[in-house]
């Protein structure tokens, strides 16, 4: 495809559970970003992922959350042992690199229950 | 020092008035200034961005004013539509943070 895809697109799971959020950058884009939108809200930075470089994961907002990226390709962010204030939309960004247009995807609406 | 603060948080303005949106920032060492429209549901798409080495940029009825020395930048929206109505953040990134830092969002609402 052509743009930032998301999957998946909703995701309900219980309290206590953990999830997996997959995002499919642009092909040839070195930089990826997560945020987390919570209803109403901007948007929380998390993580980003700039080619091989290390990962700049100032944003996790605690240690139940994980994300990997193999070299430019797919990301996979991971919550451990949801808890419902996790709630939220998770989006996914990629651009060719740091300080050029960042494309967003659909975004993943996680509600814990 | 990351931060971005935006203002306001929500605005209404009448069909064909020029809305107006500002953000602040702190760290110096921003370098690209990028403004986003989000409408429910979807993620947010670039609408306009600029770089600190002009002061305007205009793109149809589109501009950023940026002003380097107060380390502020604003959105003006001119001849507002009812279709502009969505949520817009401001947002910044530089060498020394490395990542895109948004805004808290202003949400407009044109009337007709």
């Known amino acids: 495809g052509a743009g930032v895809s998301q999957s998946p697109s909703n995701k309900v799971t219980e309290k206590g559970k953990d999830v997996e959020l997959r995002c499919d950058p642009i092909s040839g884009h070195t930089a990826l970003y997560w945020y987390r939108q919570r209803l109403g809200q901007g948007l929380e930075f998390l993580i980003y992922?700039?080619?091989?470089?290390?990962?700049?994961k100032s944003g996790l907002p605690s240690d139940r959350f994980s994300a990997e990226r193999t070299g430019e390709s797919v990301s996979t962010l991971t919550i451990q042992r949801t808890q419902q204030e996790d709630s939220a939309v998770y989006l996914c960004a990629s651009s060719v690199t740091r300080g050029t247009e960042a494309f967003f995807g659909q975004g993943t609406r996680l509600t814990v229950v | 020092q990351q931060q971005v603060k935006q203002s306001p948080q929500s605005l209404i303005v009448q069909k064909g008035g020029i809305s107006i949106i500002n953000c602040a920032y702190e760290n110096t060492a921003f370098d690209y200034f990028p403004w986003y429209q989000q409408f429910p549901g979807k993620g947010p798409a670039l609408l306009i961005a600029?770089?600190?080495?002009?002061s305007e940029k205009k793109e149809g009825r589109f501009t950023i004013s940026f002003n380097k020395s107060a380390k502020q930048f604003s959105l003006h929206i001119m001849d507002s539509q009812p279709g502009d109505s969505a949520t817009y953040f401001c947002a910044a990134e530089g060498s020394a943070t490395n990542k895109l830092i948004f805004g808290t969002g202003t949400l407009l609402a044109v009337q007709p």
């Open positions: 600029i770089r600190p080495d002009v």
């Open positions: 992922f700039q080619g091989n470089s290390a990962p700049d």
